[in-house]
């Protein structure tokens, strides 16, 4: 087994090389910095996997285990006040040398206080999402921070690129949590996202295996961005009742909803829950205000976090239908590394180099 | 150059043998049924590219030159009166003695008389959708047809194996037309229906390029259905004002309405048009007979056949914003092969062989 899987490795690495005439024969506008190897220098990781800053769902012992296992990991500011983000990364610090990440909404109120503390603590990467990158880039980037801002259209990905970020995440309408208004899939969103700018696309939305890592990779992505299935690993602090409702949810459960508000793609409680009182809400034409009343505040909180199946708002993506498990985290970088290269695929698209992957 | 590239191609297949091997090791149940090339002999066709039957947006020329160029061409019975159908048919066959196929929409009034008619002529191919694959399954394939149907949950491919039909279609939510209330998209739906079916898998929803066929063949499909991509060719025979109204049209343009009615999805037309008027009533509330009251009849001939884009159902999918052009139909299957093949990409997921597509 070994001796063919050598000769195979071999195989792909000279073809590799003949590959490259080829490429710049096809695409006349190699864009050079668009292959993973060249965002994972970006990011300081080995993989080009990126744990998203989800809220409520992510934390110090998370992101460590991602980083340690060759991917980055992401502190989600957005729901953490922030003396609880500082204590975060001291908390990451003191356990791992290595790069990490803080994803910033740009609505959040103390984003003044967010962004003192990544200075301060000399956050390698940050990632911004939810408001125009214009006016933190110039500031995180002076910190010395690589800046990713995360866009769900071309137009904000061209935006982004224009106010100097280094990469963005396209994420794509099947994606857990907040989200655009445009509803574009991560089929159609990553194609339009790569062939708009010159910087790297990370994909994120639905991926969370081999398979949907390749296909990110097909369509045009130097990395991938996974929400829900880092949500499902034993470091994640989402409530085990949570973890255990994604476990037995099913296509079609969750749904993009309080669009009138802010999107949000949420999952199904028992009956009369949550979801239920927004659908019904929805369904009879209520207006922003009546839903604002509606969700009021710290549901996110009490339904990822407490647990609270029923009154709380409960996050994630319509891949949670394929979730069945939350391994350590260590175990599912692992597999997920591996199964990719067992793949064994060895040229994509235009520019692709497969270095940081193989 | 030639040289650069025949001695790639010599390195692919070699590869490629030494890669079955490894197949093998990774996966131990390889479905053998699944690799592109079994596909394409179900459908008596060279490549596994399927041009979609959809409604009002196909005809004899568009399907004899798909055909022609190595995929398949097929018939949209559901905008068709049977003695239309019948005409359609044998203008395919005085052009084409090759593969082509049929789409019959289950719940269409007539069905009957368009599956005498599939009998008559011996169609080899006939795709069914919106209905269930129970009852006209056994009559088709004791008519020597192959049978597809199209789904939109792994719950209903199921069902549709279990009822004896050759393929499905796994069809996403940013797909145009009639589409599923679960509103998974095609990077969720095709892994987990891969997953779920023994049968091949056709992809659909967002594919219009290389990028994105090689994006559902790493998912865990064996072959592509584009329709929006093919009502953007010469000849079909969609109104010219629709194809131009296509080409200018922007991500988030299109959305997916009358979910209380049966789900479409539609792209905007001119202020105050169709589009609008739908969404306004959804707005307020209005239950399923005030929209069917909107709806009305014939709305999709008026928006697609007769170019009415104020009036007139619009139906296309999210990759309408991706779509510039309208080439001739065998000018864009050329380009999609070649494309694909530039990619050269030469091993995927486990069970899968390129002999079809290379």
Known sequence: MWKSQSRLLHGLRVLRVQG??????VCNMTKSSRNPQALCALLGVRHP?????MVWCTGADLVVEVGRAGGLGTLGAGSMYP???????????AQWSGSFAVNVPLLYPAVEAHMETIKKHKVPVVFTSAGSPRKWTGFLKSAGATVV???SSAVFAKKAEDAGVDAVVAEGFEAGGHNGREET?????VPEVADAVSIPVIAAGGLHDARTMLAAFALGASGVQMGSRFVMTQENPAHQAFKQHIAEAKAGETRLMLKDVTPVRLLQGPEGSFYDQVAAAELAGKGPDALRALLGRGRAKLGMR??????GELEIGQVSALLKDWPATAALMENLVDDFRALGTVKMAPGFSWDALL
Chains 1, 2 share one sequence.
């Not at 996997?49 to 800053?53: E, F, K, L, N, S």
Request: proline share 0%.
């Open 20 to 25: 490259y005439a080829l490429d710049a024969h």
């Open 149 to 151: 801002h995360v866009v």
């Open 185 to 189: 899939t991560t089929m159609c969103l």
């Open 49 to 53: 996997i990126v744990q998203a800053g």
């Open 83 to 93: 003396e609880e983000l500082d204590a975060e990364i001291q908390k990451v610090k």
């Open 306 to 311: 407490d647990g609270d199946l029923m009154e």
